[in-house]
């Protein structure tokens, strides 16, 4: 599972203390969440459904092949969430003999014909209706609902969106649309016959193994997974797809795509092969299902999700070439669901408080296939990143990676189980060395293919392998909470030629043992030491040197989770970034002068020197920091700059270079930023735009059809915001809408930003503009999820619907006949309806 992503990271903001702060533990007791108690073991699954689109429903029919796990049973208890139970009977060889059922409460409890004992299979048929839209479970935070099963335009009232059909799983609504024992301790062959019109295509995990035309102008395909996996990765896709062939080895590779983003398949997801080749020499263990098929949805309830040989993507993932040229924003989410395949659901969690050994490990493959396609420079930045995201949530440290007492297990999904226990792996991989750390993964794989893991088998194959105890670091990193806070102080010794440094921890409770990497500069030159911090205060560490060291960098190589007090000059910043090979020093140099570059000529220096980077993230970083309106930064950076700007390799850096030329407000760079405005790339397109908004403001609006800005970053909705809010740019309304939608929240970061989102959210709601309405609500309902209990940010969301409706309603006023408005205010009610 890849978590969904809220429009600019605002709901970082919403929970970060600043706003509305809630501990993790606010109201709750502790309690302890076991591992789901096997009475009864899933042997095969097969369904025969067909779907009612006008009801949204689904007819199913489910014959469950059982036995009891260990002790004799004479029951049998499922979970099957808000359904209607037709028929339960014995089935033996077809011939069928009712058996006595409950049905209450969600459970269905089977009375069997007699007590079985332990591998005496038995097979139950259930006849049933699916009724997800009557299911009352919540979603949350990951996974903004829990129905399961969802038809999307179902009635094709909406002419620009298709109708689909998708499921998910994850955690337990895998039973909302057939009975199952809804644990990941359970897993299950399965045989899927699903019946549509003829017009659509299907997807389930397996192989088709058959496709048959009925009558009425339906079709049934039998899709059939003949290798045993977790109820929560069965799935089914339905709609109107164009269907992309790839392959990798002998294994088909297929992408469905709305029709559309047809052409640009391949560009999205075409590097799936290499990664099914990269993760299989990697682990020594080949792809072990029989396919893999990625597929897109409208509507979808969370980023990604690994269900087995079927992974569905959010609509995001589809990018045309505008998008595409600047980064496949979409590849790590690839990689991500890709690795899931081996850890996941190949070996499976043995329980919600064992995430980890799924997240973690599909989190750092992000990191893994970046290494290996595109260097290890591109890889760090993954990992900075990630660890920036779990920093920047409080409530992330008091939380163990491991946890029995979590409130409810949709909380497991979180910065901790992904972000965290990704950087926690990297860090076990340079403690191991490669070879021992993939002979590990390895051994993990074998010893419990096709069946569940938790921690603790993890860490015994990594010993087993080794040779080394690991407990301690398994109890500190995997059981227990919070990072280390380091500070650090020198101390030179010139009789001895000696420098004492002295690593203290400061972080809250107790210390943390780990290898850290020291850089001791002398002479504008790094030397690398390797020493072991064990205690909590005064580590101290001494070197031979020939004089007092320029300074120490600690952490050099940014392997280590930590939060580091520094309190380096910019000249030391700048031997810094000059003479470090590690991605990270030099990031941090660089951000330090773009945070300072006024301050002092050496942050310019530092600067100047980045943008001939080799990673073009170091090069963008140099460029925000710049401010060519100022006399000195111009002189020193101005021409490189203008280089930056017409050629730099990539788009990216190119639209950061127009960003920064476009600070001068000089006409007499109107010329480029009109030629960008014919660019491929959207970054280009849309920097261009801002730069001829500063330099010559009342041309902009004859420029505005040319950007395309569906599926478009956070980060360009961001830059162009005011401009197209100030020249009403009717066509970008969609595009603006999830980010105004939360203007309030905005404020408390951003004044000036905050004040235009405002602007842009009255302008919207004072308008016709079904989608960007649609939009609006639809943002504000999923995050309904993410706020859990907090009333504050309910309330306040409710009341930006309100406002919304109350603006939509005099629109209507004065234009009574209109249809579209009539459905914006439906739906600004259904989103109100969510909060009470």
């Known amino acids: 599972m890849k978590k969904l992503i809220i429009s600019i990271s605002l709901l970082g903001i919403l929970f970060s203390g600043n706003v509305f702060a809630q501990t993790e533990t606010s109201g709750r007791t502790e309690i302890y969440r076991a591992t789901h108690t096997k009475s009864t073991e899933l042997k095969h699954t097969k369904l025969k459904v067909n779907f009612?689109?006008?009801?949204?429903q689904m007819n199913g029919e489910a014959w469950l092949t059982a036995s009891p796990h260990f002790y004799p049973s004479d029951s049998l208890v499922l979970d099957a969430k808000a359904m209607l139970i037709r028929e339960v009977a014995l089935d033996k060889n077809g011939?069928?003999?009712?058996?006595?059922?409950?049905?209450?409460?969600?459970?269905?409890?089977?009375?069997?014909?007699?007590?079985?004992?332990?591998?005496?299979?038995?097979?139950?048929?259930?006849?049933?209706?699916?009724?997800?839209?009557?299911?009352?479970t919540k979603g949350s935070a990951a996974i903004t609902d829990a129905k399961g099963l969802y038809f999307v335009n179902a009635q094709g009232k909406d002419a620009d969106k298709p109708t689909q059909i998708w499921t998910q799983g994850e955690t337990e609504a895998s039973s909302a649309w057939f009975p199952t024992i809804d644990k990941p301790n359970q897993k299950t062959t399965q045989e899927i016959y699903m019946t549509v019109p003829d017009k659509y295509v299907t997807l389930s995990n397996g192989l088709m193994k058959s496709s048959v035309k009925e009558a009425n102008g339906l079709r049934t395909d039998h899709w059939v997974m003949d290798k045993k996996h977790a109820p929560y990765l069965f799935f089914m896709g339905v709609g109107d797809y164009a269907v992309?062939?790839?392959k990798w080895r002998n294994i088909p590779v297929d992408y469905y795509v709305e029709k559309e983003y047809e052409p640009y398949a391949k560009q999205i997801f075409g590097n799936t092969p290499e990664m099914l080749e990269f993760f299989s020499k990697k682990l020594n263990y080949d792809y072990p299902w029989s396919k893999y098929a990625q597929i897109t949805a409208r509507d979808y309830v969370s980023g990604a999700m690994e269900n087995t040989?079927?992974?569905?993507?959010?609509?995001?993932?589809?990018?045309?070439?505008?998008?595409?040229?600047?980064?496949?924003?979409?590849?790590?989410?690839?990689?991500?669901?890709?690795?899931?395949?081996?850890?996941?659901?190949?070996?499976?969690?043995e329980s919600w408080s064992n995430l980890t050994v799924n997240e973690s490990f599909a989190n750092y493959s992000e990191y893994l296939w970046n290494e290996h396609k595109y260097g290890k420079d591109f890889a760090d930045y993954t990992l900075m990143k990630a660890a920036e995201g779990y920093f920047r949530d409080p409530s992330n440290v008091t939380k163990d990676l491991v946890r029995f007492n979590y409130h409810n297990k949709e909380d497991m999904f979180d910065g901790v189980s992904y972000n965290k226990g990704g950087s926690i792996l990297h860090m076990l991989r340079n403690y191991l060395g490669d070879d021992a750390f993939w002979a590990g993964m390895n051994d993990y794989l074998k010893t419990n293919e096709y069946g569940t893991g938790e921690a603790h088998q993890f860490r015994l194959s990594l010993e087993k392998v080794s040779g080394k105890d690991l407990n301690w670091f398994f109890n500190q990193w995997f059981f227990g909470s919070g990072h280390p806070k380091i500070s650090y102080t020198t101390t030179f010794e010139p009789v001895k030629k000696q420098v004492q440094i002295t690593v203290n921890q400061t972080q809250l409770g107790g210390n943390f043992e780990f290898p850290l990497a020291l850089d001791v500069y002398e002479n504008g030159k790094p030397t690398r030491k390797n020493v072991w911090v064990s205690a909590k205060d005064k580590n101290d560490f001494y070197f031979a040197v020939s004089k007092n060291p320029d300074f120490i960098n600690i952490n050099a190589d940014g392997v280590l989770l930590a939060e580091i007090t520094e309190n380096k000059t910019p000249e030391q910043y700048f031997t810094q970034y000059s003479t470090s090979q590690d991605f990270l020093s030099r990031y941090k140099a660089v951000e330090n002068a773009s945070e300072n570059a006024v301050k002092n000529a050496s942050t310019l220096k530092t600067l100047v020197?980045?943008?001939?980077?080799?990673?073009?993230?170091i090069r963008m970083k140099a460029l925000s920091g710049l401010d060519l309106s100022k006399g000195d930064q111009a002189k020193a950076a101005i021409s490189e700059v203008e280089k930056m700007a017409a050629n730099d390799p990539k788009t990216l850096v190119q639209a950061a270079a127009i960003s920064a030329l476009a600070k001068t407000k000089d006409k007499k760079y109107l010329p480029l930023f009109e030629k960008g405005i014919s660019a491929l790339s959207n970054s280009v397109k849309a920097s261009s735009l801002a730069g001829i908004a500063a330099a010559d403001p009342a041309r902009v609006a004859s420029f505005a059809d040319k950007i395309d800005l569906e599926g478009a970053s956070d980060d360009l909705i961001g830059e162009l915001l005011p401009i197209i809010v100030k020249n009403k740019m009717e066509k970008h309304m969609p595009a603006i809408a999830s980010t105004v939608a939360f203007y309030p929240f905005l404020?408390?970061?951003?004044?000036?930003?905050?004040?235009?989102?405002?602007?842009?959210?009255?302008?919207?709601?004072?308008?016709?503009?079904?989608?960007?309405?649609?939009?609006?609500?639809?943002?504000?309902?999923?995050?309904?999820?993410?706020?859990?209990?907090?009333?504050?940010?309910?309330?306040?969301?409710?009341?930006?619907?309100?406002?919304?409706?109350?603006?939509?309603?005099a629109v209507l006023k004065a234009n009574p006949s209109s249809t579209t408005i009539n459905q914006q205010v439906d739906a600004i009610n259904k989103a109100i309806q969510a909060y009470q």
């Open 609 to 617: 020197a980045a943008l001939k980077d080799s990673n073009f993230r």
């Open 309 to 349: 040989t079927a992974v569905l993507h959010q609509e995001s993932a589809q990018q045309k070439p505008g998008d595409l040229i600047d980064e496949n924003r979409w590849e790590d989410v690839i990689s991500h669901e890709l690795f899931h395949h081996w850890f996941g659901d190949l070996v499976t969690t």
């Open 747 to 809: 404020k408390f970061q951003n004044p000036e930003l905050g004040t235009v989102a405002e602007e842009g959210y009255n302008w919207i709601m004072s308008s016709d503009n079904l989608k960007a309405t649609e939009n609006i609500t639809k943002i504000l309902t999923q995050v309904k999820g993410q706020i859990g209990d907090n009333p504050q940010a309910k309330m306040m969301i409710v009341q930006i619907l309100r406002d919304g409706l109350a603006k939509k309603m």
């Open 52 to 56: 009612d689109y006008a009801k949204e």
């Open 244 to 246: 992309v062939k790839d």
């Open 95 to 136: 011939s069928k003999t009712p058996l006595k059922f409950q049905y209450k409460d969600d459970f269905l409890k089977i009375s069997l014909d007699k007590t079985y004992s332990r591998n005496q299979d038995y097979t139950v048929y259930i006849k049933y209706t699916a009724r997800p839209n009557e299911l009352k």
